[in-house]
């Protein structure tokens, strides 16, 4: 079988015809009869596509739903999260991950804010705001404003590379415009957010990964790979990033029942977010820097961020009152002491949360 995962050198294939009625027949049928229920489909305003957009970035929905009836509950309109801290956005947004997606969320709701709780009306006013690329600003401009623009995410790239049989790779920019340009005089006119969504669902339930549901397609007529039984083939995928592996061993230090956490730089890769010590060392001397006080093993955890990979021993130290033999905090600022209650207030960093439930786990520090 030919690697899927090849670059330019690709053969285009000739394009087929396309028959813009016969498409939007088809998927708007099916959409109607078979479309997924989503609770941010049952509001047709800005905001809350504009949330559920967000968080569906690199997030599979069942994990998002949660959050994103957390995030309504708690601030009900754009306005109400602009009034948030941003702290309290991160505490909300805490295991949902990639937290600068949380960050520019809440600049955005202040931009919006600012502008009477209006959202820009069109793709290439959406597309200024932080956070907003082109499909999200095409999926919000077609559901919201009706604008009749593609929104072009992964599961779209795969039903149409299949459908016209082109060898597109997924997160290649010159292929999503190529895919933008061939679904142009596709789109309907007035039901273009209909239409994306129903592209979307076709990705996400029938024109799968691998072991596509052929039989279940609406499209199977139309689609050339399916006729030449190449479905496979397409899309392309660009070779994985390879992760750099780090190893650190991460210290909860416990004083007096409250622990030591520290707030991270704003321009790291915790930016904003709190996190306990830890040392870059593959097995520091536990014994020779804390002698005298008590240590727990918490045990291993490995966290994969999108370009790395960290390797994580936990230690909870408990220290006397009178010991505070900690080293400096990687933000390069004072560490704060925190009482347990205190702990599960702030956002932490994801990588780091699981040894607080470890740690809460225990009768230490109450």
Known sequence: MKDKRIEHDDQINPMPAVDPQGIRERLLNWYDHSGRDLPWRQRQDAYAIWLSEI???????????????????????????????????????????????????????????GREGQFPPSAAGLRQLPGIGAYT???????AFHEA???????????IARLAAQPWVRGREADRKSIEHWLEPVIPPDRPGDFNQALMDLGATRCLPSNPRCADCPL??????????????????????KQAEEKKVVLIFCRDGRIRVNRQDEEGLLSGLYAFDWLDSTDPDIDTIWPEAERVNLGHHVHIFSHRRWQMQGWLIL?????????????????????????????????????????????YCR
């Open 55 to 113: 968080m569906l970035q690199q997030t599979q929905i069942q994990t998002a739903l949660p959050f994103y009836q957390r995030f309504l509950t708690l601030w009900p309109q754009v306005t109400d999260l602009a009034l948030a801290t941003e702290e309290q956005v991160l505490k909300a947004w805490e295991g949902l991950g990639y937290y600068s997606r949380a960050r520019n969320l809440h600049r955005t709701a202040k931009i919006v804010a």
């Open 137 to 143: 600003a095409g999926a919000i401009a077609s559901i």
């Open 149 to 159: 623009i593609p929104a072009v995410d992964g599961n779209v790239v795969r039903v």
């Open 220 to 241: 199977r007529s139309l689609c050339v790979a399916a006729s030449e039984g190449t479905q496979d083939r397409y899309p392309l995928r660009r070779a994985p990033n």
């Open 319 to 363: 220290l006397d009152s009178s010991e505070n033999n900690c080293p400096e905090s990687q933000s390069g600022e004072e560490g704060i002491w925190l009482t347990r209650r205190q702990l599960d207030e702030i956002p932490m960093a994801r990588a780091l949360s699981v040894f607080r439930d470890r740690l809460f786990a225990l009768d």
